[in-house]
């Protein structure tokens, strides 16, 4: 690793898992289309230039292209990246960067512990900073590839060694 948390480099960005998640999502939305109340009200041929048959076609158009194309967007926007001894997770609705000098600990978790947490990740990376009780950063690890994963928690595993080396220095 060096002497220099600076020396570090890393990218990842979503694996696999969005889209088997966006190809569930599209079976789902055509199943939905089938199955729905509005697929039941089938259109006669007459009907297609209507402006019912446009609705018709325009609903079952947003359930089947437009919900995946989302989940889609949604899962590909996040990213990890350690760059100039910096770490950053990138999501769809924002950036968190903490320096990997101020990195004390970190967890993986999974579930959820009550209420306080639905607004977590269900499996997720925790790591903290200078402050001990709430973590710096979570990553929503669902998205990310096994392998990119395992790369970064030995990338945490040497920084947080090497913390503690130079603390007690």
Same mark, same amino acid.
């Given at each position: 690793?060096?002497?220099?948390?600076?020396?570090?480099?890393?990218?990842?960005?979503?694996?696999?898992?969005? /889209? $088997?998640?966006?190809?569930l999502?599209?079976?789902?939305?055509?199943?939905? @289309? *089938? =199955?729905? %109340?509005?697929?039941?009200?089938?259109?006669?041929?007459?009907q297609?230039?209507s402006?019912?048959?446009?609705?018709?076609?325009?609903?079952?158009?947003?359930?089947?292209? /437009? $919900?995946?194309?989302?989940?889609?967007?949604?899962f590909?926007?996040?990213? @990890? *990246? =350690?760059? %100039?001894?910096?770490?950053?997770?990138?999501?769809?609705?924002?950036?968190?960067?903490?320096?990997?000098?101020?990195?004390?600990?970190?967890?993986?978790q999974?579930?959820?512990?009550?209420?306080?947490?639905?607004?977590?990740?269900?499996?997720?990376?925790?790591?903290?900073?200078?402050?001990?009780?709430?973590?710096?950063?979570?990553?929503?690890?669902?998205?990310?590839?096994?392998?990119?994963?395992?790369?970064?928690?030995?990338?945490?595993?040497?920084?947080?060694?090497?913390?503690?080396?130079?603390?007690?220095?």
């Amino acid at each position: 690793m060096g002497s220099n948390l600076n020396d570090i480099s890393f990218f990842m960005k979503a694996g696999k898992k969005p /889209f $088997i998640s966006g190809g569930l999502a599209w079976t789902l939305g055509y199943i939905l @289309v *089938i =199955i729905s %109340d509005f697929s039941k009200d089938r259109l006669s041929l007459d009907q297609f230039g209507s402006v019912e048959g446009y609705l018709y076609l325009l609903k079952a158009f947003a359930y089947i292209y /437009f $919900i995946p194309a989302i989940i889609f967007i949604w899962f590909l926007g996040f990213r @990890v *990246i =350690i760059e %100039d001894g910096v770490l950053i997770y990138k999501t769809l609705f924002g950036i968190k960067e903490l320096h990997l000098e101020n990195i004390s600990k970190y967890n993986i978790q999974h579930g959820y512990n009550g209420w306080n947490n639905l607004r977590k990740p269900y499996f997720r990376l925790e790591i903290f900073g200078k402050r001990k009780k709430e973590p710096d950063v979570m990553l929503n690890l669902n998205v990310f590839g096994n392998s990119d994963c395992k790369q970064l928690f030995d990338i945490l595993k040497k920084v947080v060694e090497f913390n503690e080396v130079e603390k007690k220095k």
